[in-house]
């Protein structure tokens, strides 16, 4: 191992290790690669550089809660969650691109960060008397830690951690701290793994102690209906407090290595999925869950943190299925909530989302601008936490075992280095234009000829599945699986996967159906008029209006795929690389109420109206858009 280290010199050795769990914590079925170690390629890596020159890259320039004046910049302005939540995204996407100017940008942030501790430990703006902003900004150090190695890092998450336990208990946490302790405990115990401290265990334990408790709230789950607006203050029924705690009993299964805790997580999913599931792999939440009804909405934040809780988890339990909902969340809901260049957001997307206007809406508690695409619509939070979604998912695509191996746990154009086998320096190339197409090829190149096992997440979707290497075909390949391929392997091998995309349908709210394809949900292509409703520096808000009818009722067995060109943008109308086209006939009775799709008819339903042709998009292109169809039987 030094050996090959000292030929390939220190960077490649900061780059190359996950850091194991140490005991007395359960081991990870995976373990996160270092920032830097799986880069993007293909369509993924366009995607982060559509993402730099928008929002990302510029916020910083005019939107005055991250501008000089942030109070984590030492100004006199925003000293809260905002600064944090932005170095949280913009540092893997400075690092995964090597955007220099984007990382001048994270640097400037962390450095104010790393050069401002107090000298009884405390960290950021001393106006922030909050633990809650802290947690966000030590997950985002870890990950500059990774990507750097600045030694800086790990002597202030101990002073920061030393001066919390000593103050927990006259100071405990208090309103979003006490609903979002694990993302604290994640950063305590990702310090632990790297200095063995066990007073990092007991600090862990208070958190928990003081924090929620999730996991009852999911083996009783009570919340079984959109909440109503009067009960909107109550955190544990808040959209992204549920999408952080998404890592919680996992987490928590770490310390405890208590069996009840390891299975919560599929309990807190059921029931968000049974209550309040939307096709596009989300749980509704406008603010407070909202019931399955297509026309509630979902919050960008609450998208990109049941994300990173997905990665966080497929690490700790390598459960092959946490992959198919990160994809399905990662491919859909994630795109299909931003405008085509990322320079607007929504803060709530519907899965039927015919308009995105000013109007009182039928949310639990959101406000009139809540669905419209812009800088800071309805509330801020997400303009400065959206940033995370595609870098995470970029860095999370590929994951270390414990064996030595290396796993595919999403799919998507990229490349993965890192040390494999006995410790050989190994890259694998990911070629594929996947979620869109069915093929992906995998060129291993380890630097001498090792043995280690590779494994590969089969979609559970993906019946028929195909792989080979060097043109030798495996059997018995199962889906909802790892496929595990463990040989000697030697510069230039090739693996090659084909997961067949036949066009499925699912049920939803009114047995409604909803066309999906592979890891990709389809939505019904509507004419989209934008209208700009007012101009911020270089921003802008927008309003979409309809320009064709929405109000069809879908005749499912009539679908076809036609595949068209893998354009720069493929979450925009006009560059969407699959189309299905349909037969529908429309539904005079379905209406609109307050400019939302109204009640959904229940399907079977049946109509007079002539048949037409209808086309479908990904959801993610489409923005005005009808995903849960009424259907009509054949
Ligand atoms: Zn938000």
């Known amino acids: 191992m030094k050996l090959v280290l000292s030929i390939f010199g220190l960077a490649f050795a900061a780059q ?22 799986v880069k993007p390629r293909g369509w993924l890596l366009e995607q982060l550089r559509i993402q730099a020159g928008g929002l990302t890259g510029h916020i910083d320039e005019f939107w005055p809660d991250l501008s000089e004046n942030s109070g984590w910049l030492g100004g006199s302005g925003e000293s809260w969650e905002r600064g944090p939540y932005y170095m949280d995204g913009l540092i893997p996407l400075a690092y995964l691109t090597g955007d ?14 790393l050069d401002h501790q107090q000298p009884d430990g405390w960290i950021g703006p001393t106006k922030n008397q909050d633990w809650w902003p802290n947690y966000v900004v030590l997950k985002a150090l870890a990950q500059y830690q990774e990507a750097t190695g600045d030694k800086r890092v790990i002597p202030l998450m101990e002073k920061y951690f030393a001066y919390q336990a000593k103050h927990l208990d006259e100071r405990p946490l208090k309103e979003w701290a006490v609903y979002r302790w694990h993302d604290e405990v994640l950063t305590v115990l990702w ?32 919340y079984r209906e959109k909440i109503a607006r009067q009960n909107g203050s109550n955190l544990a029924t808040h959209g992204v407090n549920n999408a952080m705690a998404m890592k919680a009993a996992a987490l928590w299964w770490l310390v405890t290595g208590d069996r009840a805790d390891r299975e919560n997580l599929s309990l807190m999913l059921e029931n968000l999925d049974r209550f309040h599931g939307q096709p596009e792999g989300i749980f509704s939440a406008d603010e407070h869950y909202a019931g399955r009804d297509p026309s509630q909405g979902t919050e960008l934040c609450a998208v990109v943190e049941s994300m990173f809780s997905l990665e966080t988890d497929m690490a700790i339990l390598g459960d092959a299925a946490l992959g198919d909902r990160l994809e399905r969340i990662a491919y859909n809901a994630l795109p299909g909530t931003f405008t085509p260049d990322m320079w607007g957001h929504q803060y709530d997307q519907q899965a039927n989302q015919i308009e995105c206007s000013l109007s009182n809406r039928n949310w639990v508690n959101n406000g009139p601008a809540s669905n419209i695409f812009g800088l800071e619509p309805n509330f801020g939070c997400c303009t400065a936490n959206m940033h995370q979604g595609w870098p995470k998912l970029a860095a999370s695509l590929w994951m270390a075992t414990p064996d030595g191996g290396l796993a595919a746990v999403a799919y998507g154009p990229s490349e993965a280095s890192a040390a494999a086998g006995d410790g050989t320096p190994v890259t694998i190339e990911e070629t594929t234009d996947y979620p869109f197409r069915e093929t992906i090829a995998l060129s291993v190149r380890p630097a001498k000829p090792a043995r280690f096992p590779l494994l590969l997440r089969i979609p559970a ?37 084909r997961f067949p995309m036949p066009v499925r349908t699912s049920h939803w709210y009114n047995n409604s159906v909803a066309v999906e394809r592979g890891p990709l949900v389809y939505s019904l292509k509507i004419g989209e008029s934008w209208r700009k409703l007012k101009q911020t520096g270089p921003a802008a808000d927008w309003e979409v209006f309809p320009t064709t009818p929405w109000n069809y009722a879908l005749m499912p067995q009539s679908l076809e795929v036609k595949e068209k060109p893998l354009g720069r943008q493929p979450f925009s109308v006009e560059g969407a690389p699959v189309e299905i086209t349909a037969k529908a006939r429309r539904l005079p009775s379905w209406q609109a109420v307050d400019d939302s799709a109204g009640p959904l008819p229940v399907s079977p339903v049946t109509t007079k109206q002539p048949e037409e042709t209808i086309t479908l998009i990904p959801y993610g292109a489409a923005k005005l858009r009808i995903t849960a169809f009424p259907w009509i039987a054949p």
Not at 196 to 214: C, E, I, M, P, T
Not at 471 to 489: H, K, P, S
């Open 100 to 113: 220099q100017r984007l990382i001048a940008k994270a640097r400037k942030w962390i450095d104010w960060t």
């Open 191 to 222: 310090l632990y793994n790297r200095n063995g401290d066990k007073s990092l265990l007991d600090l862990a334990r208070k958190l928990h102690a003081q924090g929620h408790d999730w996991e009852a709230q999911f083996a009783d789950f009570r």
């Open 461 to 497: 979707w993906a019946a028929g599945a195909n792989a080979a290497v060097n043109g030798r075909a495996l059997e018995n390949i199962r889906t909802g699986q790892f496929l595990r391929i463990d040989r000697v392997w030697n510069a230039g091998d090739r693996v090659e996967l």
């Open 16 to 37: 190359a290790a996950a850091v194991p769990n140490r005991p007395p914590l359960q081991p990870n079925a995976f373990y996160p690669l270092p920032l830097g170690s």
